[in-house]
């Protein structure tokens, strides 16, 4: 017995050295890759961190007071509000490998598995990131109805989910949401725009967006030469296909324009690559995991 026990232990000892060390780099860099919103939102990395809540400090902004003659100067009072972010998303991605597959296989399936669980775990955070945004502007997070959302034809009429009155988005509706921004105080710089792909087929024909008679750009640099559209008035242009839809009208999705600062995603454990042999079936559990915690300011 204590031969066929030392062979269990050096096959569970091979798979725990080989695949996820193996792996673990190509997984996060397909993680990585495949982001979209989670790098536009404000990070805060608590990787080893212990505890289930983050708090963030958020002071309070002071008013300028003119200074009288022969008098003190007016102090401001310290104070302010503290942001708890919830580390309560625990996401996983888990395959059962056969030996045979093992045995038999070339690089071809461990690409494909690390490749696929980097794409899984971005989408999962991705499209949780997005569904945050359901809450700000008066909606109610959760219900799928986008109540506080606007209609992409003018940015000001409020979107109906149960009438489905969604237009396509237009420069006008573009430019009246910067404008809310800007009365917002929101900061010019770290401004994004993400669109779905249908939004971005109407933007690319715009003709403000992509001729070079409006956006000074020749030869290469061309927008319908090289299709990209990297920036409408300031705002920095993505495309994802992980937008939310509202519950009763499955073909409208949702445009974001936001700041940075907007959202915070807190990420307590990148993801982590464990394996097990489970030699009564003769397979490799393969288990790729990451813990975050996302809110919306």
Known sequence: MAYADDNVIKSQMATAEVVPELWSDEVAAAFKASLVLAPLVKNMNVVGQKGDIVRI???????????????????????GTGLSVSLDQHWHYARLIEDIATKQSNSVMRSFYTDDAGYSLAVAIDTYVADRFEGMTGGTLGDDEWAGAVIGSDGATAFNDAADNSAAITDAAIRKIIENLDEANAPQSQRYLVVPPSARNTLMGLARFTEQAFVGEVGSSNTIRNGRLGNVYGVELFTSSNLPSPDTATTVKMALMFHKEAVFLCTQMKPRIQTQYQFESLVDLLVVDIIFGVLLI
């Open 57 to 79: 400090p958020v002071l309070t902004r002071g008013s300028a007071t003119a200074k009288s003659a022969d008098a003190r100067v007016t102090t401001i009072a310290g104070g």
